[in-house]
């Protein structure tokens, strides 16, 4: 017993908090560095609308809770520790977008309070997000906890609904995106949408990846097909949607239009929400 109690000094334990501590920023950093040096996240941190802003971080932190406690820094016991998980991913990713938004010259002198928080809240999903991943990618690949990992249908589905949150959150403030709705077709899209559900199939069950769902033999690749990849790709425009809403890229657009940017940003969204199962 003595000798388990030196092994958890105050020096120990402080190693292990700074070791914590990197991990998270390295996630933060890893998971938001193309969002914070791309330019339409700076002007959208000045100009959105603070309600939808809010809207925002408030749909993130349930996300950033039951991320916690899918895959957080360490096993929590309780929902409190995942309640404290979610706000200490917040804090780093916040840490590191302001500091690196700082060095980029995006956050200077002569710049309103209002518009420096905009610019930092706007990068503060993606960075926690990545904080909270940060076990699963920079980790022990020993970890039991992960091994022991319980997959159910909603848990999988939830973690699609994160991939593709990240990923879309990438590509939805590009001009791009509006870009290449406005010169598609409905066949288009029809083709699109064929291609976002045969690359989710294919990524999760036919390709083989490891981490990928297994198809029992009594169950048809087309069982599979309606039970979790159309479903994935339901989560994904509307997630989506929700960005494309959340950045102001639905106003003044017509029904179609909306639909048809829904299913360009579906696209990369798709491709998020397949590989998450698979890295997550």
């Known amino acids: 017993m003595a000798t388990r109690s030196r092994s958890r000094s105050p020096a120990t334990a402080s190693g292990r908090a700074l070791r914590d501590f990197g991990r998270a920023a390295g996630g933060a950093l890893l998971f938001s560095l193309p969002m914070l040096m791309t330019i339409e996240l700076w002007e959208l941190g000045f100009y959105l609308d603070r309600g939808r802003l809010i809207t925002l971080m408030l749909a993130a932190l349930p996300m950033l809770f039951f991320l916690s406690r899918q895959i957080g820094f360490e096993k929590t016991r309780s929902w409190r520790d995942d309640v404290i998980d979610a706000l200490i991913a917040l804090g780093v990713a916040a840490v590191t977008s302001s500091v690196l938004l700082v060095l980029f010259g995006a956050i200077g002198k002569g710049m309103s309070a209002d518009e420096i928080i905009g610019k930092i809240a706007i990068q503060m999903v993606p960075g926690a997000i990545g904080a909270l991943l940060a076990k699963s990618q920079f980790g022990d690949t020993g970890d039991e906890d992960g091994a022991e990992r319980e997959e159910t249908y909603g848990g999988e589905l939830f973690l699609m609904a994160v ?100 299913v360009v940003l579906g696209f990369p969204s798709a491709i998020g929400a397949a590989s998450a199962r698979l890295i997550l």
């Not at 879309?168 to 509006?178: H, I, K, L, R, S």
């Not at 087309?222 to 949607?241: K, Q």
């Open 163 to 262: 991939g593709a949150l990240f990923l879309g959150f990438n590509m939805a403030p590009t001009e791009e995106m509006m870009l290449i709705s406005f010169r598609m077709t409905e066949w288009h899209a029809l083709g699109l949408v064929a291609l976002s559900l045969a690359l989710m199939h294919g990524f999760v069950f036919a390709v083989g990846f490891a981490g990928g769902s297994e198809v029992s033999p009594e169950e048809s690749m087309w069982s599979a097909f309606l039970r979790l990849t159309l479903p994935g790709y339901v989560v994904a425009l509307s997630i989506s949607l929700f960005l494309l809403w959340i950045f102001a890229r639905t106003d003044g657009m017509s029904f179609g239009d909306a639909v048809m940017a829904m």
